[in-house]
């Protein structure tokens, strides 16, 4: 592996065309706006400004800008850290509601999870109608992930099914993705763009001594970019049916922000990265168990161990490449790649381990002969 290779490999499978980028975003945005202006219409709970977020925002896509990622937030108010109790509901026995269930508790949140307590917001919510039937989002004072996203994927599928929406745009299912995806056929896009709209409760709450962030003595980030993360703080969303999960995609945007201002090669040598475990790693017919989302953490975990500019010249692209690139490795073989913002948090925890495996062996042909994959 060497940067002549590399350099090369990025210029023909990585960078973006920006005539096609620019198209595209200019597609996107109109049509993202009228379906939450739609949404907020019928109810106001969920915002229309969406945050911008993913690879395409952080400048990390590859190839071509055909996903796009927004959240979009549910207005609860101020959230604190609360104490825990006790929880008495659940599914009924066809799983299509939320319902008391006496002498049945939900199980403790696992490690990175939380029950949400909502306080007088909900009496507003229900002076205006909108705790209504299926428009309700909560269980005595708890607002309910599942019941969030239910809510939001419905008014998301009235949005898509007006007539001048219903031949170009598609819809997901219910799943364990915290995201409504679309996938919107535009007549000038040669290939469908997907569209993640992510339902997230802004709490920015601040960091717990458990996170383990940011970590004594480590010298990346800045100080002042720690300070601004830390004011950034948590956020939630709705990804498991009863347990908010932590969102520190905020966090991770004001991370990569100016990550390569010295002209360094961080978000190259990311990029390289995801677009190998796309055609070499994990290739077509595999099980996608390693996601960008892996690389992103592995990026930011290389970042902390070498925090100098010096380390990330361009002229250093093939080494740190090599390196991160053993470091996924390492953390495959061990079944464990800690969450940077929460170590607690293990990413690989409910992958499939047999399939885990397979990518290892993948990414060991590579790193042992790179010259027959780039």
């Known amino acids: 592996m060497d940067n002549n290779a590399l350099n090369c ?4 499978k990585v960078l973006m065309k920006r005539n096609e980028t620019k198209r595209n975003v200019k597609e996107v945005l109109p049509l993202v706006n009228e379906i939450l202006r739609y949404v907020n219409a019928r109810d106001k709970r969920f915002l229309i400004q969406p945050l911008r977020m993913g690879s395409y925002d952080t400048h990390l896509k590859v190839e071509k800008a055909d996903e796009f990622d927004y959240n979009v937030i ?9 104490p825990g109790k006790t929880r008495y509901y659940g599914f009924n026995d066809t799983r299509d509601q939320v319902v008391g269930k006496n002498g049945y508790a939900l199980p403790s949140p ?5 029950f949400i307590e909502i306080g007088s917001i909900k009496k507003k919510w229900e002076a205006d109608g909108l705790e209504d039937g299926v428009s309700s989002m909560t269980f005595d004072n708890d607002i309910v992930p599942i019941k ?39 007549p000038d896009i040669p290939y469908p763009i997907s569209i993640d709209l992510c339902p997230m409760i802004e ?14 003595n480590s010298q990346w980030p800045s100080r002042q970019k720690k300070s601004t993360i830390a004011k950034i703080g948590v956020n939630e969303i709705a990804k498991a049916p009863f347990y908010w999960t932590l969102s520190f995609a905020a966090c991770e945007k ?22 190998l475990k796309d055609e070499v790693w994990c290739p077509p017919g595999l099980k996608k168990v390693l996601t960008s989302y892996h690389l992103k953490n592995v990026l930011f975990w290389e970042c902390e161990d070498h925090p100098f500019d010096a380390e990330w010249q361009q002229e250093l692209l093939a080494k740190r490449v090599r390196a991160m690139t053993y470091r996924l490795l390492g953390y495959l073989q061990r079944g464990n790649l800690p969450l940077y913002f929460h170590t607690g948090v293990n990413l690989l925890s409910s992958k499939d381990k047999d399939v885990l495996q397979q990518v290892a062996k993948n990414i060991k042909s590579f790193v042992d002969q790179p010259e027959k994959y780039l």
């Open 74 to 82: 549910v207005d609860v108010g101020k959230l604190i850290w609360g």
């Open 254 to 275: 004001e991370l990569l922000e100016g990550l390569d201002i010295g002209g360094t090669c961080r978000k190259k040598s990311q990029r390289i990265m995801k677009r």
């Open 110 to 114: 696992p490690v990175g999870q939380y």
């Open 9 to 12: 490999y990025c210029d023909e």
């Open 203 to 216: 709490g920015q709450l601040e960091f717990k001594p458990e996170f383990n962030w940011p970590r004594p």
């Open 148 to 186: 969030v996203k239910r809510r939001f994927k419905s008014l998301v599928g009235e949005a898509v099914n007006q007539p001048k929406f219903r031949n170009m745009i598609t819809t997901d299912r219910i799943s364990a993705s915290p995201a409504t995806t679309l996938s919107v056929q535009f």
